[in-house]
C-alpha cells in the first residue's frame, strides 16, 4: 500500500519561529509536492522537486523554503512564521502520472 | 504556469440523481494528465478519476465519468446516481508530462442530500 506520510496532523506555532513541516513516501518517486490549501482558493503549489536535492517555485514560493537531501523526504521550511501563513499544507509525490497525498498538516500560526 | 478553472463552488444534488461539475484548463502543452480529486472532511485526498490527454475516450469509474474536450480544454465530471458519501470537495487537476508539475482548481463543494 502506498504511502505518504507527514508528521504532524495538527501543528500550533508562534510568530516569528522556525517551523519545519515533514514529508515521507515509500513509493521512490521522484517527484515530490508541497501545496497549501485555503478555502475558495483551493490547493496552491509552493515548491516541487523532481530530483534530490533540485527544487522548482511554485506559484506561492514566497516565506517558504525546502530541502530534499534524500528521495524519500521533502521538507517544507517557514524561516519565520507569520499568521497569514495559518492554513493546511499538503504533500504529494508522484511518479508518472499517478500521485498520491498525504493527511494534511493543519497549521496555526498565533 | 497551468491555470485551472472551477467555475461552480458549491452544489447540490438529490441523492440518485445526476451532477456534473465543470472545469476548464489553459495550457499550452499537448501531452498532459487531468484529474478529479474527492476530499471529504477526513482531508485526505481521494483520486476519483484521470484521463490522458493522449487518449479520446473519455474515462469512466462506475459511477463516475469526464467529458473530455481537448480543443475546448473542458473537463468535466459526471457523478450518476448520486450517494450520500459522494458529498464532498472536489478538485480537479493538471498535471504536465515529465516532471509531473501538478496544478489544481479552486474546488466545488458538492452535497448530496437524502
Known amino acids: 500500500d502506498v504511502k505518504v506520510t507527514q508528521s504532524s496532523r495538527y501543528l500550533v506555532k508562534r510568530t516569528g519561529e522556525k517551523v519545519f513541516l515533514e514529508c515521507v513516501q515509500d513509493?521512490?518517486?521522484?517527484?515530490m509536492f508541497w501545496y497549501r490549501q485555503d478555502p475558495g482558493l483551493g490547493l496552491r503549489l509552493i515548491y516541487f522537486?523532481?530530483?534530490?536535492?533540485?527544487?522548482e517555485k511554485g506559484d506561492i514560493p514566497e516565506g517558504y523554503s525546502v530541502s530534499r537531501e534524500k528521495k524519500e523526504r521533502f521538507s517544507l521550511i517557514l524561516e519565520s512564521a507569520s499568521t497569514n501563513q495559518t492554513s493546511m499544507y499538503l504533500c504529494?509525490?508522484?511518479?508518472?502520472?499517478?500521485?498520491?497525498f498525504g493527511q494534511g498538516t493543519r497549521l496555526t500560526v498565533v | 504556469a497551468q491555470t485551472v478553472t472551477q467555475s461552480q463552488p458549491e452544489m447540490s444534488v438529490q441523492e440518485a440523481e445526476t451532477v456534473t461539475l465543470s472545469c476548464t484548463y489553459d495550457?499550452?502543452?499537448?501531452?498532459?494528465?487531468l484529474f478529479w480529486y474527492k476530499q471529504p472532511p477526513s482531508r485526505q485526498m481521494i483520486l476519483v478519476i484521470r484521463q490522458e490527454a493522449y487518449k479520446q475516450q473519455n474515462a469512466t469509474e462506475n459511477r463516475f465519468s469526464v467529458n473530455f474536450q481537448k480543443a475546448a480544454k473542458s473537463f468535466s465530471l459526471k457523478i450518476s446516481d448520486s450517494q450520500l458519501g459522494d458529498t464532498a470537495m472536489y478538485f480537479c487537476a493538471f498535471m504536465k508530462l515529465g516532471n509531473n508539475d501538478m496544478r489544481f482548481g479552486a474546488g466545488t463543494r458538492l452535497t448530496v442530500k437524502p
Open positions: 522537486s523532481y530530483d534530490v536535492k533540485m527544487k
Open positions: 513509493m521512490d518517486h521522484e517527484n
Open positions: 504529494a509525490s508522484s511518479l508518472r502520472g499517478n500521485a498520491f
Open positions: 495550457t499550452s502543452e499537448n501531452n498532459y494528465y
